[in-house]
């Protein structure tokens, strides 16, 4: 119960309509689901939920923007139909090491238009005879199996997809702005004149939740310490700057 509590704790001290990265990992389902993850996470692009003692995809939320999807060690067998209906847009997914052993299984994802990458690494399925060749034919949506394509090539690390999509848009920007001097100093201008957000306005932020483990206790430091640290060191500045200014006068 008492991790169940600090599951539910974490999720509700964050807003989880902001939440793009959630990683539950080591993190113990309660009838096969996390207690906390809802429909609400409706900006959630990645879910790590590996060796959570999952059974079954009966309880996932709807997540529309889900993207990559982590479920290796768990203990899923089948099931795999909610996938489409919940998480439309997946184009990455990890069953490694679940109980998956047959073809018939994994026909369900085919309703998973978007689907690239498909591990099924150290699940049963993988001692059939011709599984890669099966699997291909079967998903022919995807590239890439247990982490090679069709020709045993390696995908591309996610981190390098994501370097070459950044180098992509500083081009993109470099292109943009170039043009006559004479619009730098406009948009200059309009720059200086503040943002566009209105009045009381905040810019909405997204960030990463990882809900930590009994393990880690010992190395888990509250958020805002250091903070607190500095507010107490500038308190002495404030206390110590008018004797240090009457001695100077005293001079």
């Known amino acids: 119960m008492e991790m169940k ?3 539910n704790l974490e999720l509700r001290n964050r807003a989880p309509e902001k939440v793009t990265e959630l990683v539950l990992d080591n993190c113990r389902s309660s009838n ?7 429909d609400s996470f409706k900006e959630l692009e990645f879910l790590s939920m590996a060796n959570v003692e999952l059974t079954s995809l009966a309880k996932l939320p709807t997540l529309s923007k889900l993207r990559k999807l982590e479920l290796s060690d768990n203990i899923i067998s089948g099931g795999l139909e909610v996938l489409a209906e ?3 847009n997946l184009t990455y997914l990890n069953l490694s090491g679940n ?7 994994v026909e369900a994802l085919q309703n998973l238009k978007n689907l690239k990458s498909l591990d099924l690494f150290n699940c049963e399925i993988t001692n059939l005879e011709d599984y890669r060749d099966s699997i291909f034919e079967l998903l022919q949506q995807i590239t890439y ?9 390696e995908a591309p690390d996610s981190e390098d997809d994501d370097d070459e999509e ?3 848009d500083d081009d993109d920007e470099d292109e943009d702005e170039a043009g006559p001097p004479g619009e730098y100093e406009e948009e200059d201008d309009e720059d ?3 943002s566009d957000l209105g009045e009381g306005e905040e810019e909405e932020e997204y960030f990463t939740v990882f809900v930590k483990d009994e393990d880690d206790d010992d190395d888990y430091v509250e958020e805002g ?3 607190e640290e500095e507010e107490g060191i500038r308190g002495e500045k404030r206390k110590r700057d008018p004797e240090d200014e009457g001695e100077e006068e005293d001079d």
């Open 145 to 153: 199996l247990d982490g090679f394509d069709q020709e045993d090539n």
């Open 5 to 7: 509590k600090r599951i």
């Open 192 to 194: 200086d004149g503040g």
């Open 86 to 88: 919940r998480c439309p």
């Open 32 to 38: 096969g689901e996390i207690e906390g993850l809802n």
């Open 99 to 105: 109980k998956i052993k047959d073809l018939g299984t």
């Open 225 to 227: 310490g250091d903070e």
């Open 166 to 168: 950044g180098d992509e």
